[in-house]
Nanobody, 127 residues
Framework: VQLVESGGDAVQAGGSLRLSCKTS????????MGWFRQAPGKQREAIAI?????????SYAASVKGRFTFSKDNAENIFYLQMNSLKPEDTATYYC?????????????????????WGQGTQVTVS
């Protein structure tokens, strides 16, 4: 296992959580990385995408922009998702993922299928 998420929990609406994704150096440096989520009965969606070198900043899904913040610790090969002002519709299993895409930009134009290295997921429930 190369990506391990943690931090999921059950919270009330308006609350906050911070998810962590611990990676190995082999799937971090020079890689695109992102947070995704999948609600029951829905397709997996990207919510924040960037890369280890910050070439294009962070691309956020419209549904989370202004509430969620992607950050990372390059020295520890960990990236985070700070989630504030949580809503019931944020309830989902959250996944982190990474992929070496060479010269392709790590932006919202990437698809879920562009990422090949995934964590096991962590559940976030907002009531």
């Amino acid at each position: 296992v190369q990506l391990v998420e943690s931090g999921g929990d059950a919270v009330q609406a308006g609350g906050s959580l911070r998810l962590s994704c611990k990676t190995s150096r082999r799937v971090y440096s020079g890689y695109c990385m992102g947070w995704f989520r999948q609600a029951p009965g829905k397709q997996r969606e990207a919510i924040a995408i960037t890369d280890s070198d910050d070439r294009d900043g962070v691309s956020y899904a419209a549904s989370v922009k202004g509430r969620f913040t992607f950050s990372k610790d390059n020295a520890e090969n960990i990236f985070y998702l700070q989630m504030n002002s949580l809503k019931p519709e944020d309830t989902a299993t959250y996944y982190c993922a990474s992929q070496n895409l060479g010269a392709r930009r790590c932006t919202s134009k990437l698809e879920v299928t562009d990422f090949g290295v995934w964590g096991q997921g962590t559940q976030v429930t907002v009531s």
